[in-house]
């Protein structure tokens, strides 16, 4: 496994280097890398960005706005959060499997006497407090896990910068958020920066994994600076079309997350649809959109369009009866 250290802060430079990497890159090595974003609010890949963030706090406060290829809920980036990034060749796409990924890292913690765990859907947490949320995207047999470790992260404005969704949360505001979560220099046994934190932990990465550190090349940095500006930077990948629609359903599904339907419906016709929400999911939700447009918002329209069709691979963990359930009520 190569080890790689990003030269940038930029959000939308790292997040075009992920890509980068993962597209452009030898397909049979496996890479490691630990980054660093200025502040900004790195949204899921097919999450509605205008309905996750503060909009006027954001753009007060200078935050970077930035869609990410895996799917899964919005995070808040700043100096004190330190990004790590695996690309692999790894199992059956579809597997999602966080733990394997997050294992070294929980490896790496425990070394510095921090007790991390890996819980729920695709968290770490210390004494059951969230320091980490992972995501991954997959593509052919190839699979890019990123999480972040909130190590000295300014959290109150995690409160501020993100809206958060009534059913994610029993109460809101600021309390709800900061106790669910927690930075990782609280635990550790001395007081140490980010900058020397980040050091261990590459040092640890290193040793265990046996990682053999890759200096980007010229080509590399080119590469990623021109997908940065052909995607990264754009307002079409980062906030991108929200049209009105006359029927909106959310819902929140164990093991699956939230999901939102909005559909435009004229005499019974669906017309459009369009899905958001923090689930993963392998495949583009258009091609979904594709087989139900022109279908009537009937059940046995709708099971006939969509016979054939692996609804979990657009939203893992959700089947297709479930999905009409949610589409009909």
Known sequence: ?????????????????????????????????????????????????????????????????????SGGGAVYHDL??????????????????????????????ASLGVPAEISGRNDMTIDGKKFSGNAQYYKRDRVMHHGTILYDSDLSVVAEALVVPKDKFASKGITSVRSRITNVKEYMSADIPVERFIAVLRETLIRENHMVPYELSP??????????????????????????????????IDGCGKLEIHMNV???????????????????????????????LERTELEAALAG??????????????????LLD
């Open 309 to 326: 069709t692996d609804i979990g691979a657009y939203f893992h963990n959700l089947d297709a009866g479930r999905f009409l359930d949610i």
């Open 219 to 252: 080509d590399d940095l080119q590469g990623a600076l021109a997908l940065q500006r052909a995607v990264y930077d754009t307002w079409e990948w980062n906030y991108g079309a929200s049209p009105a629609y006359n029927i909106r359903k959310e819902q929140r």
């Open 266 to 296: 004229e005499r019974g016709v669906i017309v459009d649809a369009a899905f958001f929400g923090d689930y993963f999911g392998n495949e583009d939700s258009g091609g979904l959109a594709d087989l139900l447009r022109g279908r009537h």
């Open 80 to 109: 004190g959060n330190v990004n790590f990034t695996f690309i692999a060749r790894r199992g059956t796409p579809g597997a999602f499997d966080f733990a394997s990924f997050c294992r070294p890292v929980v490896e790496a913690l």
């Open 1 to 69: 496994m190569y080890y790689i250290e990003s030269p940038s802060t930029d959000p939308h430079f790292n997040l075009a280097l992920e890509q980068y990497i993962f597209d452009a890159s030898d397909k049979a090595r496996d890479y490691c890398m630990l980054w660093r974003n200025s502040n900004a609010v790195v949204v899921g890949r097919f999450q509605n960005t205008a309905a996750e963030i503060n909009a006027a706090y954001v753009k007060k406060h200078g935050i970077s706005v930035v869609r990410r290829l």
